[in-house]
């Protein structure tokens, strides 16, 4: 089961780099957010799927289930929505503020 | 401890200058200047009988103890007499400088703190015993010069001059300190004293050839050696007392005293002998030669100093012989450093009165292009005076002080012949006639310098003034100097007793016990021998050349571009600005597409083949959990839902296929026991999505005509090889677990030590609550910043419409 969810994972990740490749602002956002999900899946696959149960001590009985990748994917989670939130309105003012989302097209003046 | 104070004195009147200048108006500020040079002149004449008698005076102030760095003043023949000669002629400039510069249209103040800070410098080059102190005034030595160059800084020629030559000695300068850091290292002590004294143990050191070769390059670009010497040209743009003082008679020797201090140290490697005569030796011909193709007095004057002091630099290589034969008092190549000492001597005599002649005529007639001077004889008979003497002196004419040093560089040149060491008894009959070559073009240049000058025919329409002489202030350091240059003629031997031999005492420590034991005596006569037919031919061959000048001139048309290092210099410098710029900006092109993509790929292309080369790939089975088939739809969903982001043509689209992606990734955390996990999850790609719909709603199509994204194939591999990565890596990480999971200590101590029975949420509030914190505040500044953005927006745009 882990090595097809590493697989997955894999898949998962080459899609999200090519969304963030693109040029088109929105597409990366999109990447990011992929990412971010496969790579929550990945921390809960490497500490080892389905040996036990539920790690609630009243609910269930031992062996447990590994509950720090748990802990730490929670953090994650809610780390990734606060900084997806951010982008998605700093891309929304961008293009009110430059009139584009193209990538190449928001560049200094410099280049232009 | 009072030496080295004495260094420091002029730095300290520096301060002082810009307060007399803007007070004391009515009196030129160059004669309160005067007062410190002739007080330290004065002070140390007086140690000359001390030194004559061997006698050593160190002094030494702390700087830094715990690094053993202080400062040293040294003080023994060699140094004694660059003291005199820097305080000495520092006088002569001076005094010179008050009638040059005019009181009124001069930043007089500027001009004397520069030169009073170089002048310290210089004392300190010459007196320090430590390393370090003496590259501090080394490097002083440059800035300051840099700022006396440019000091006519409204001029381009002034500060291209002032930048050159900042580049090309800062660059020596740096080498050199690489080599004194070396040094100390292999001698482990920053002492130049203590290194001479354990000099035969360093010569087997693996860093002596490298740490003698980057002194040598900070000696030869200070000196303005080949081919370092195209900043000296360039350097002319400086008022003249500068160039006298700094750029003939005292800064430009200070690669000659650093040779001249350390030949005790690598005299006796070969390479230094070589290095220093050959390059000396090419200098003082490619100098001599293309003297004659200048037309400024100044430019002539600098390419016969780069000359002089590659003849100066050669006698020191050569010196440096006689570290390598037996019986060395008995050779001839005792001569050799004897007349490099003595040469340097009277180079500053002439060389310094010719540039104030120069400074002289430019001064009173308007320009120093030779080709419409000419006839200044009768109106300038002063100057004219000077001027023959400094260049009779300067082609080795008798009864002039450069006829002496002349006979004695032929004599250790023809000595270089018979010696049969490395390989010098094949090559070296070159060295003499080299050096006969480079005596008959200075000669040629001498002559055409004073003669093209004062006679001829006098062309007062060429003249931007009318020509007169000059005022006595003005002529009485030049006069100083030229009488000097005639006595020492007569008096060869007292010069060569009371400053040449201590300072050969201190070139060649090994040989000598005492200054009064060098047995040489500087006579004008020595009778028929090689070195008098060799002079005697000098004198016939550069005499027809001077008549002949302008027949053989066009020569130098021949060839003068791509000889020319300055055009290399040039080429060098537009690279660094603009090629190199150039470059840059082919990979830093400003779109983060481009930097992304060399960031994957370095990513990739590091982990991979870390992972093959330190063979960490691993891949096992064991030990994972078995499959069924509701995972496997799953796991068929998500890609589905993943690829359709990716390609879907509308953004909507892509939405609802990245909350497909968040919900069946909450759907993988319920099948695996996370059920806070799935929860939050569910919840949070839930807003996600809300969010999403709500931003997109006022973002613009995908694209302007809602295309798929395109296909691009490096993109593509780039994302695979990222994909692989990941995959590679998990997959060995999965295989080789080398610890337990420290979760065992959770499960036992959640409900006895924390009182909970959720294992994660007590993890995330009571054993790991730091976390949490920072992820609520992570999540605070993410909403203020939301709002911080959307509120700022109006105040930004209230702001550019009181721009417009």
């Known amino acids: 089961m882990e090595t097809l969810m590493i697989l997955l994972i894999g898949v998962l990740i080459a899609v999200a780099t090519y969304l963030i490749l693109s040029k088109n602002l929105i597409r990366v956002i999109l990447g990011t957010a992929v990412l971010s999900h496969a790579v929550h899946l990945l921390i809960l696959t490497i500490a080892g799927v389905k040996k036990g149960n539920v790690p609630l001590l009243e609910e269930a009985e031992a062996p447990y289930t590994d509950a720090l990748p748990q802990a730490l994917i929670l953090t994650a989670i809610v780390i990734s929505f606060a900084v997806t939130a951010f982008v998605l309105v700093l891309a929304y003012r961008t293009y009110q503020s430059n009139g584009t989302d193209d990538l190449e097209g928001l560049r200094g003046p410099e280049n232009e | 401890m009072v030496q080295v104070l004495f260094i420091f004195i002029p730095i300290i009147a520096a301060i002082f200058i810009p307060v007399l200048f803007k007070k004391v108006r009515g009196i030129h500020t160059g004669w309160f200047v005067l007062i410190v040079p002739v007080v330290l002149a004065a002070i140390y004449a007086s140690y000359i009988s001390r030194v004559m008698h061997g006698e050593t005076i160190v002094s030494k102030v702390n700087w830094v103890p715990s690094l053993d760095i202080s400062f040293i003043s040294y003080i023994d023949g060699l140094s004694l007499l660059f003291s005199l000669l820097i305080t000495g002629i520092g006088a002569l400039v001076v005094l010179y400088s008050i009638f040059y510069l005019d009181r009124t249209r001069e930043q007089l103040h500027n001009f004397y703190v520069y030169l009073l800070m170089f002048m310290s410098a210089m004392l300190g080059v010459v007196q320090s015993d430590h390393l370090i102190s003496l590259y501090l005034f ?309 002559f055409y310098f004073v003669f093209k000058t004062f006679t001829g025919k006098y062309k007062p329409e060429l003249l931007p003034k009318k020509a007169h002489e000059a005022p006595i202030g003005m002529l009485i350091s030049p006069i100083i100097l030229a009488a000097l240059v005639v006595i020492i003629f007569f008096i060869p031997n007292i010069i060569g007793d009371v400053f040449v031999k201590p300072a050969v005492l201190a070139i060649q420590p090994f040989l000598y016990d005492s200054a009064s034991a060098i047995p040489i005596h500087v006579s004008a006569w020595h009778g028929f021998n090689t070195e008098l037919f060799m002079t005697i031919g000098i004198f016939i061959v550069g005499f027809l050349l001077f008549l002949t000048i ?145 931003a997109f709603y006022h973002l613009p199509k995908l694209s302007r005509h809602e295309e798929r994204i395109r296909f691009r194939l490096n993109n593509f591999i780039i994302s695979l090889g990222v994909g692989v990565m990941v995959t590679l890596v998990a997959l060995s990480a999965q295989s080789q677990k080398l610890v337990p999971s420290i979760t065992e200590y959770y499960k036992e101590t959640v409900n006895t030590l924390a009182g909970g029975g959720n294992i994660v949420n007590v993890i995330l509030v009571d054993y790991r609550g730091f976390d949490t914190l920072f992820e609520i505040t992570v999540l605070s500044i993410a909403g203020m910043a939301i709002l911080g953005m959307i509120k700022l927006r109006l105040s930004r745009k209230e702001n550019e419409h009181e721009n417009k």
């Open chain 2, 138 to 446: 080394w490097e002083l030595t440059s800035i300051s010069s840099f700022l006396l160059i440019g000091y006519w800084y409204d001029r381009d020629r002034s500060r291209f001059g002032a930048l050159k030559s900042m580049m090309i000695t800062i660059f020596g300068g740096l080498m050199m300190l690489g080599g004194f850091i070396l040094l100390s290292i292999m001698g482990e002590t920053y002492s130049i004293r203590e290194l001479i004294a354990q000099a035969p143990t360093l010569v087997s050191h693996d860093w002596f050839t490298l740490s003698l070769v980057l002194i040598l390059l900070g000696a030869f670009t200070k000196s303005a050696q080949f081919p370092f010497y195209i900043w000296l040209p360039d350097a002319m743009e400086a008022p003249t007392p500068v160039s006298a003082y700094l750029h003939s008679a005292t800064m430009v020797k200070a690669g000659i005293y650093l040779v001249a201090r350390l030949t005790p140290i690598y005299a006796s490697s070969e390479i230094w002998v070589w290095l220093v005569m050959g390059v000396g030796l090419f200098t003082l011909f490619w100098g001599s030669f293309f003297a004659v193709k200048q037309t400024d007095l100044k430019g002539i004057l600098a390419f016969s100093t780069v000359s002089q002091l590659g003849l100066i630099m050669s006698l020191l290589g050569a010196g440096a012989v006689a570290f390598h034969v037996d019986q060395a008092q008995d050779t001839v190549f005792k001569f050799a450093a004897f007349a490099a000492i003595f040469h340097l001597i009277n180079h500053a005599t002439f060389k310094g009165s010719l540039f104030m002649i120069a400074g002289i005529v430019d001064h009173e007639t308007g320009t120093r292009d030779i080709r419409k001077l000419g006839g200044l004889m009768s109106l300038m008979p002063i100057s004219f005076t000077v001027a023959a003497i400094g260049s009779f002196s300067m082609a080795g004419v008798p009864p002039f002080n450069g006829f002496l040093s002349k006979e004695m560089f032929l004599t250790s040149m023809l000595a270089i012949k018979d010696f049969n060491l490395f390989a010098m008894d094949t090559w070296g009959t070159i060295f003499p006639i080299v050096a006969w070559i480079a005596s008959v073009f200075t000669f040629v240049y001498s």
């Open chain 2, 550 to 694: 302008p027949k053989w001139q066009k020569l130098y048309k021949i060839a003068p571009d791509w000889l020319s290092l300055n055009r290399l210099y040039d080429r060098f410098m537009t690279f660094l600005d603009k090629d190199l710029n150039f470059i840059s900006k082919l990979y830093m092109t400003g779109s983060i597409r481009n930097y992304l993509v060399y960031m994957f790929s370095f990513i990739v292309v590091i982990t991979i083949s870390t992972l093959f080369v330190k063979d960490a790939f691993s891949f096992s089975m064991e030990g994972t959990a078995p499959i069924h088939v509701y995972e496997i739809i799953l796991i068929l969903v998500l890609i589905i839902s993943t690829i359709t982001v990716l390609l879907s043509k509308s953004r909507l689209t892509a939405i609802i296929a990245l909350g497909a992606v968040g919900y069946t990734v909450a759907l993988f955390f319920v099948i695996f026991n996370a059920p806070d996990l799935a929860l939050t999850q569910l919840v949070i790609e839930t807003v996600s999505v809300a969010l999403f719909l709500l």
